[in-house]
């Protein structure tokens, strides 16, 4: 998993880097709970995306797009040369998620907070059909400004949704700033457990606690859960850490080297 | 389609909401993957009978309109048919991006079902009357946009968009309206019907404009001028072939609508004609926001009459 982490983030920051601006600090912040999803939870298969029996995944924050790219093309849901292709004229990779464009892809999101009503009402279906599958969505704690969010927890907890886990990325910044000083968020894990959900919160850059946090989730019977991932914005390359300014970002050319630093050093780490 | 057209419209007996509440449990009945959705109005459409017997097909999502259609977009992934209904700027204005986006966008498929078109909703006054929802709804790419003439093609239509994909919006009003087809009447999604034929002035209309065209129609007659009146129910995609066919016969052209001038029926039938030679003439709101009234009332302050599409007529043909 740990290794898994380290490829998607390569060639998160290698796509980004081709395209030379993008969305690199949410999606830095989600690259362990992708590679643990992506490393046995879901219930995948790559060469049929469209899967009946498959587990869903909706990334609701749709502007990290890009990390989830990375890794549906590890797991060999397309070439790994169409990461080459990010946000071209007429790609099938869009900045934001797109259920039609890219295989892999379970619901098209990018305006925040319709993602997660998606999910929801997956999660509902699978459940009126008396199905198995589990669904998975990941919300942003800048999302989380939108009303919409608190609207799909109450559907969730009303109609017992514990086919649903719901991954909110804690990485506290937001596009204008800190999320503190834009709408503060105070206590999102106890905000969302006061909605009914069984509720933890683990570092999100720690694969074996999200790991743990996932199983555990998976055997809470008649509410939904959330895991709330305490994560660094722009995770995994210094100077973009916690950078205020790091929602979206066109590179520099002295960032352009610390993210060709970075990618060596990962690269190193893993050889 | 086989359309039965009456030669005098007669006061039905029939809601509209008892009939989507019956064809609603009709298609459940034969098809489980049919889901209905409700945002606390089901006491107003009458849809607790259907909740009764299916209560595995019916979620009530409470006042919660923005996630309604997202868990309907959830369903129709998982290959259901969601037909969600609520008040008409509830199921637009309230919910608009969610449509937009993860509906028509996604390419999902979702039935909405706005009530109480416009005047239709009387007391409930001007935050619950739409006079904007086919503008908004015909401005998002690829959705269906009509307005249900009467009980008989309610019933036709809804069984119809069970397997029509993509967003498709059936505006009506919730109670009686005057029957103008016979029972078992089938409609074509995009076709105009000619209710009357006409050859000075056609009268194109939605709705409980219909009602209002046939009388105007009569009035005319009596003056001397024969007036064609078409049932114009799908607003989009419109019946571009048969506006034109009447545009070159009639020359003028007279709409009637329910709803703001601005984006309904009435801009769908001048962009239809942008480059024919007819004159287009628009009787409906004129860009004003709704008020508490009976609907007669209101159709009077508005304009909404027979007698306002006769003098839109007169004054417009030379």
Redesign the interface.
Do not use: P, W
């Given at each position: 998993m740990k290794n898994f982490s380290k490829q998607i983030r390569i060639e998160l920051i290698n796509m980004l880097l081709k395209r030379g601006f993008g969305h690199l600090g949410g999606s830095m912040s989600i690259v362990e709970t992708l590679s643990v999803l992506y490393s046995g939870v879901m219930k995948i298969d790559p060469s049929n995306p469209s899967w009946?029996e498959r587990d869903?995944l909706v990334l609701s924050k749709g502007h990290a797009g890009p990390a989830l790219y990375s890794t549906l093309a590890l797991k060999g849901y397309f070439d790994i040369s169409l990461l080459q292709t990010l946000n071209d004229n007429g790609t099938s990779l869009p900045s934001h998620c797109d259920?039609?464009l890219t295989p892999g892809i379970?619901?098209?999101t990018?305006?925040l907070?319709?993602?997660?009503?998606?999910?929801?009402?997956?999660?509902?279906?699978?459940k009126?059909?008396d199905k198995q599958n589990r669904v998975y969505a990941i919300i942003g704690d800048g999302e989380m400004n939108e009303?919409?969010c608190y609207?799909?927890f109450?559907?969730s907890v009303?109609?017992h949704l514990d086919n649903l886990i719901v991954f909110v990325d804690e990485n506290k910044i937001q596009l204008d700033g800190f999320t503190k000083d834009i709408i503060n968020p105070l206590d999102l894990e106890a905000k969302i457990k006061a909605f009914g959900f069984n509720t933890v919160r683990v570092d999100g850059h720690d694969e074996e606690a999200i790991l743990n946090a996932i199983n555990n989730a998976k055997n809470v019977k008649g509410v939904p859960s959330c895991i709330v991932l305490d994560t660094i914005k722009g995770k995994g390359a210094e100077g973009f850490e916690n950078l205020v300014s790091n929602h979206h970002v066109r590179f520099s050319n002295d960032q352009n080297v610390i993210l060709h630093k970075a990618v060596a050093k990962l690269e190193e780490e893993l050889s | 389609m086989s359309v039965t057209i009456l030669q005098e419209q007669i006061n039905s007996p029939v809601e509209l909401r008892s009939v989507y509440a019956n064809t609603l449990s009709d298609i459940i009945e034969k098809n489980k993957k049919v889901?209905a959705l409700e945002a606390d109005l089901m006491g107003a459409i009458k849809t607790d009978s259907v909740q009764k017997k299916f209560p595995?097909?019916f979620?009530n999502?409470?006042i919660?309109e923005?996630?309604m259609?997202?868990?309907?977009?959830?369903?129709?992934?998982?290959?259901?048919t969601p037909y969600m209904h609520t008040f008409g700027p509830f199921a637009t204005r309230r919910c608009f991006?969610?449509l937009f986006?993860?509906i028509g966008?996604?390419?999902l498929d979702l039935n909405v079902i706005g009530s109480d078109a416009g005047v239709c909703a009387a007391h409930n006054g001007g935050t619950h009357m739409p006079f904007e929802d086919l503008s908004l709804v015909r401005a998002i790419p690829t959705a269906v946009v009509m307005e249900m003439s009467d009980a008989v093609m309610f019933e036709n239509i809804l069984h119809q968009v069970e397997s029509l994909h993509g967003l498709n919006y059936i505006r009506i009003t919730r109670k009686n309206m005057a029957q103008l087809y016979e029972e078992n009447s089938t409609f074509e999604i995009g076709k105009g019907i000619v209710l009357r034929e006409g050859t000075d002035v056609t009268i194109v209309a939605t709705g409980i404009m219909l009602n209002e065209a046939l009388q105007a129609r009569d009035i005319l007659a009596k003056e001397g001028i024969s007036a064609a009146v078409i049932d114009m129910f799908t607003i989009k995609p419109i019946d571009e072939s048969l506006l034109k066919d009447f545009a070159a016969k009639t020359k003028l052209i007279v709409t009637a609508e329910n709803h703001n001038i601005i984006g309904g029926l009435g801009s769908a039938v001048l962009e239809a004609l942008e480059t024919s030679r007819a004159k287009v003439v628009r009787v409906g709101v004129r860009d004003r926001f709704g008020q508490v009234g009976t609907q007669e009332y209101l159709q009077e302050v508005y304009g909404l009459t027979a007698q306002a599409i006769v003098t839109a007529v007169k004054e417009n043909l030379n």
């Open positions: 009946e869903y259920r039609i379970d619901m098209t990018g305006s907070g319709q993602g997660i009503s998606a999910a929801v009402g997956i999660a509902m279906g699978i009126i059909e009303g919409q609207e799909a109450q559907f009303h109609n | 889901i595995n097909n979620i999502c409470g919660m923005a996630n259609v997202g868990v309907a977009s959830g369903l129709s992934l998982r290959g259901f991006d969610q986006l993860s966008y996604a390419k």
